[in-house]
């Protein structure tokens, strides 16, 4: 079974950066492709990108192309988000999953093993 720990969220001002990382445990996830999602207060779950096991293959909500990056090292069982230019918008709890059909995709029904999320808030 895997544990997810996402970590690197916090305060930041419009039009800056952070960058987020999802550690695994519990078993590799070198074979599994791997997705972050977003959850402001109130709100549904939304996408916001994906990457398959190879790194090949990624994919990224509208709202947030062309700003944010999503990698990984499979040698440290580690997902990364790495988010420029950040907006007022963009503030919400960031989640990693695995992707458990391995078909990716931006339903969060495709997806597994949540979890804990980082607070990402941004300040106009």
């Known amino acids: 079974q895997v544990e997810l720990v996402e970590s690197g969220g916090g305060l930041v001002q419009a039009g800056g950066s952070l960058r987020l990382s999802c550690r695994a445990s519990?078993?590799?996830?070198?074979?599994?492709?791997m997705g972050w999602f977003r959850q402001a207060p109130g709100k549904e779950r939304k996408f916001v990108a994906s990457i398959n096991w190879s790194s090949d293959t990624t994919d990224y909500a509208d709202p947030v192309k062309g700003r944010f990056t999503i990698s990984r090292d499979n040698a440290k069982n580690t997902v990364y988000l790495l988010m420029n230019n950040l907006e007022p918008e963009d503030t919400a709890v960031y989640l990693c999953a695995v992707d458990k059909y391995g078909l990716g995709g931006q339903s969060s029904k495709n997806y597994d093993s949540w979890g804990q999320g980082t607070q990402v808030t941004v300040s106009s």
């Open positions: 519990g078993r590799t996830i070198r074979n599994n492709g």
